[in-house]
């Protein structure tokens, strides 16, 4: 059976995908910090729990040796866990923050994938949730956006260098999606998402599933011809001002 490993895998995006790649017939290792919101996942999907911060880098590395030594391959790493810097203008973003985020997104992963490399084999595929901001800039949280760029880079730049290994390295870049992140963001604003699924070409935001479902997708053999890329389930967001 191929297994996968899921970052973020207790809330929001990281769960729905936790969902959908055990759907597909995936097993499961389910990553977070919060080890409450992972028992509830491994409860849904069948999945075994393995709590990790990535700002913590000695126990990602401990973690990712465990899984190289316990189970040797692993077919599919989604790397999503992540933090908001919603709110915070350019001017505000102390270095506190910006380690946080950049540590969290950039350097967490960087350093997971590396220390997982053992265990990627001809076939692998990494999928990495960076974010529509990267592509579009967006107000007051730059740290959040530069994060997410870096994880674009990330992906293109271990797609060429591990695409001749046989591994695969694409991104998502989410528009808004609805999920605990950003209903903490737009809590005291009652018609935030109504009025940004107004404004979506297809009058709907992409949900959890969706972007789970493009994760899914660039994880299995359906995409074996595609690494580097960035696909938005975003709704139509993308192009819209
Ligand atoms: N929701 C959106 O609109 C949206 C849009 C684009 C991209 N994204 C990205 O999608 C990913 C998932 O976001 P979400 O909206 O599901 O948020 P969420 O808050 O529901 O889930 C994020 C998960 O990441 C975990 N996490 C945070 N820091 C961690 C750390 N140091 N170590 C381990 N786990 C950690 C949290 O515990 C949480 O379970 C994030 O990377 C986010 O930036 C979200």
Known sequence: MSLALVTGAASGIGRATARCLADAG????????????????????????????????????????????????????????????????????????????????????????????????????VVIVSSLFALRGSPNMPHYTVAKGALIGMARALAVELGPAGIRVNAVAPGLIRTPMTEHSASGDAAFFARREAATPLRRLATPRDVAESIAFLASPAAASLTGQVLSPSGGEAFTG
């Open 26 to 125: 995936h097993a499961l290792l389910l990553c977070d910090r919060d080890e409450a919101g992972l028992a509830a996942v491994a409860t849904e999907t069948d999945g075994m729990v393995l709590p990790l911060d990535l700002l913590d880098l000695t126990a990602v590395r401990a973690r990712a040796a465990e899984v190289v030594r316990q189970h040797g391959r692993l077919h599919a790493l989604v790397c999503c866990a992540g933090i908001s810097g919603h709110g915070i203008p350019f001017a505000q973003v102390d270095e506190a923050a910006w380690d946080a985020m950049l540590g969290t997104h950039a350097k967490g992963h960087f350093f997971l994938i590396q220390a997982l490399l053992p265990a990627l084999a001809p076939g692998a595929a």
